[in-house]
T-cell receptor
Framework: DAGVIQSPRHEVTEMGQEVTLRCKPISGHNSLFWYRQTMMRGLELLIYFNNNVPIDDSGMPEDRFSAKMPNASFSTLKIQPSEPRDSAVYFC?????????????FGEGSRLTVL | AQSVTQLDSHVSVSEGTPVLLRCNYSSSYSPSLFWYVQHPNKGLQLLLKYTSAATLVKGINGFEAEFKKSETSFHLTKPSAHMSDAAEYFCVVMVTGNQFYFGTGTSLTVIP
């Protein structure tokens, strides 16, 4: 079974440009999470979806960030306009929602550099 | 309130010696507990999980962890460190299915 697939793996862009990160969760998983990882702040939850519906977006830093999940097999995280402080590794993770035994499966991450 | 505290941000051990990475948690509910490992430039990978069954949990690559409710701890151990164990380790608490709380991570260095 394929794992969580993220693209692109690396993105270098200039300040002000739009960035779109993509995620394909594991088939059959109904929860999807976007995390951001930096040296200064560690791993931060940005948003998570349950059955394609955003449940908690309190971690989204500001209006420049938006996330969508149009169907069970695809999600995007968009930054518009991008700023240098957005440079980080962005992880997507998926899980099968269970009350007790759920675990997160992570993608390899998208490393974003904003110049 | 839920929280996770990893007591050491960095741990260094010599190859072949035991590893101990400490984690304490705070939870209003009976939590599920996880350890994840992150190798450089990789995503996080599940090492092991506790979900209210046996309190001593065995994971991959010889790691194990013991859930101690009285101490609210879930420390990760390995009898003999290998060079390939050098990585970042995260302790995670899960409450009610979708609420995951991550520790700040412990960086493990293995000295040859």
């Amino acid at each position: 079974d394929a794992g969580v697939i993220q693209s692109p793996r690396h993105e270098v862009t200039e300040m002000g440009q739009e960035v779109t990160l993509r995620c394909k969760p594991i088939s059959g998983h109904n929860s999807l999470f976007w995390y951001r990882q930096t040296m200064m702040r560690g791993l931060e939850l940005l948003i998570y979806f349950n059955n394609n519906v955003p449940i908690d977006d309190s971690g989204m830093p500001e209006d420049r960030f938006s996330a969508k999940m149009p169907n069970a097999s695809f999600s995007t995280l968009k930054i518009q306009p991008s700023e240098p402080r957005d440079s980080a590794v962005y992880f997507c993770a998926s899980s099968r929602y269970q009350l007790i035994t759920g675990e997160l499966f992570f993608g390899e991450g998208s490393r974003l550099t904003v110049l | 309130a839920q929280s996770v505290t990893q007591l050491d941000s960095h741990v260094s051990v010599s190859e072949g010696t035991p590893v101990l990475l400490r984690c304490n948690y705070s939870s209003s509910y009976s939590p599920s507990l996880f350890w994840y490992v992150q190798h450089p430039n990789k995503g996080l990978q599940l090492l092991l999980k506790y979900t209210s069954a046996a309190t001593l949990v065995k994971g991959i690559n010889g790691f194990e962890a013991e859930f101690k409710k009285s101490e609210t701890s879930f420390h990760l151990t390995k009898p003999s460190a290998h060079m390939s164990d050098a990585a970042e380790y995260f302790c995670v608490v899960m409450v009610t299915g979708n609420q995951f709380y991550f520790g700040t991570g412990t960086s493990l260095t293995v000295i040859p």
